[in-house]
């Protein structure tokens, strides 16, 4: 295959928010300026009938899209002239629906599908997706398919130097990026931690992937190892004050130093067990290996019936952000209550309390265990988790052998470098975007400018997403009321 040395692409997808966009005008600009290229934006014009920021197809959500990706592009154009762009209309994904899909491929596309879904609704799994959002799911399906099948058609025609994508792991990526692998084209994934402050990128590999955390977390440390310490000091000290780290405080509602009475009465040592919202990791395929997901209800309830709870008093602590869950999900814990101790999401207790009260720190994918390990306990994670490769846990596959290791007092205080080596990869980027900046919380620039969409235009889509929340019964708008209402009027998009 001959590469086209003088064509660069970006699918500006999901360019209504921010930073995304900002984020994918700077990583091309880097790229096309690297390359001397000139550049195609693609954007999509209506063409998903359901897609990762707009699960129902409004129109007023496309709409803010396409003119948010327009002013983009016209922003873009003034610094670098040999750029267009091309939308992605209905018509074009049409043509391919007829194509089949090689059942490996359907599997990944499925992927980015049952990811997204899994996000929106805070579900575990795809099949409790109540009926009368099902056919979104099929929607969805549908046109990551044709997405999948355009864009090959389109890299095997160009043959461009990059290909430009944000995330990856969503529907209206996943496809994209898989289509780059199956042409033998270089791909680029781009995100940001800390609400925008920390820009990702990963060229040819998810940045979901351990191994792409593994090493970009060594990388970081190393380029940074005199200030590493007090970096990652500080990362922790903002977790303990309950401040914010340029991210959502999710600890703001406990009461410092507060311990639920039940957990104490006893008099036992305590596991404390730290659950996660699986719903991100649960569909990110092979990029975590062959790791099995697993169901964490089934395996606390295999822990609290072993013998440990003899000896321990074991302390279940969701996380806050759990509160969303799907009802379903949230019944399961419910009926665990019945069990054992469980402190649900809107617990005061106190987190980091509860972790310098208890024995053993139990976690499942949370960053809980990072904490833990960096407050100098021994933490136990079942299962993956993106930070695996660091050994800052004693990892076990399963509650049987976290059972085993608790009896056989087969677990160790982790290296406290390898917390550090995290923090530092959460608190720093991994590459260098002259034309994006971070100003502060919700608000991001390229090249020295913000992009946003007129009153009108912002004023109907906001009125439809609302819709679609209280549709899915998610009523958080209204605790943030004044929140979403100053991003609504300034165009910004701080969090909480």
């Not at 005008?25 to 359901?50: D, G, M, P, R, W």
Request: aromatic residues 12%; charged residues 25%.
């Amino acid at each position: 295959m001959t590469l086209n040395k003088t064509k660069t692409i970006t699918f500006l997808n999901l360019a209504a928010q921010s930073p995304s966009l900002e984020l994918g005008l700077a990583v091309s600009n880097e790229i096309q300026e690297k390359n001397n290229s000139s550049h195609t934006f693609y954007v999509c014009k209506s063409a998903l009938k359901s897609c990762s920021v707009n699960i129902k197809n409004n129109k007023s959500v496309c709409h803010l899209c396409v003119t948010k990706a327009l002013r983009g592009v016209k922003l873009y154009k003034k610094k670098n002239p040999n750029t267009e762009y091309k939308f992605i209309t209905k018509k074009d994904l049409e043509k391919f629906s007829a194509n089949k899909i090689d059942k490996d491929d359907l599997k990944q596309v499925e992927l980015g599908v049952k990811s997204t879904i899994a996000s929106q609704f805070r579900i575990r799994e795809v099949d409790n997706l109540e009926k009368k959002w099902s056919k979104y799911y099929r929607k969805m399906l549908d046109s990551s398919i044709n997405l999948f099948h355009y864009f090959n058609y389109e890299l095997n025609s160009l043959k461009p130097i990059a290909t430009i994508v944000f995330n990856g792991r969503l529907s209206c990526a996943r496809p994209v990026k898989l289509a780059a692998e199956k042409t033998n084209n270089d791909f680029f994934l781009f995100d940001a931690s800390n609400n925008g402050k920390y820009p990702v990128l990963a060229k040819n590999r998810m940045f979901h992937s351990i191994e792409f955390v593994r090493d970009y977390s060594l990388k970081i440390y190393l380029k940074n190892i005199h200030s590493a310490r007090n970096a990652a000091k500080n990362f922790m000290n903002s977790k303990l004050t309950n401040k914010s780290v340029d991210d959502a405080v999710f600890t703001s509602h406990q009461i410092k130093k507060y311990i639920d009475p039940k957990i104490t009465i006893g008099g036992k040592k305590i596991i404390s067990i730290f659950t996660s919202s699986d719903d991100e990791y649960r569909y990110i395929g092979s990029d975590w290996g062959q790791h099995v997901i697993l169901d964490q209800v089934q395996e606390i309830l295999k822990l609290n019936s072993s013998e440990l709870k003899n000896q321990y008093t074991i302390v279940v602590k969701m996380h806050p952000n759990q509160k969303y869950i799907h009802k379903s999900d949230a019944s399961e814990y419910k009926k665990l209550s019945n069990e054992m101790i469980v402190l649900f999401p809107e617990d005061k207790t106190d987190t980091y309390e509860l972790i310098n009260i208890s024995e053993y720190i139990i976690s499942f994918c949370s960053l809980i265990a990072v904490e833990a390990n960096f407050m100098r306990k021994k933490v136990i994670q079942i299962g993956p988790s993106i930070f695996m490769k660091l050994p800052v846990a004693n990892y076990v596959k399963n509650s049987d052998e976290c059972i085993k290791k608790i009896k056989d007092n087969d677990t160790k205080i982790m290296p406290l470098r390898a917390s550090i080596i995290y923090f530092n990869y959460l608190s720093n980027s991994n590459c260098e975007l002259k034309s994006y900046e971070y100003v502060n919380d919700g608000v991001f620039l390229f090249n020295q400018n913000k992009i946003k969409t007129n009153f009108f235009v912002r004023t109907i889509s906001t009125f439809n997403k609302l819709l679609f929340n209280i549709e899915k019964g998610n009523f958080d708008f209204l605790s943030n009321f004044g929140l979403y209402l100053n991003n609504f009027i300034k165009g910004e998009n701080k969090v909480k």
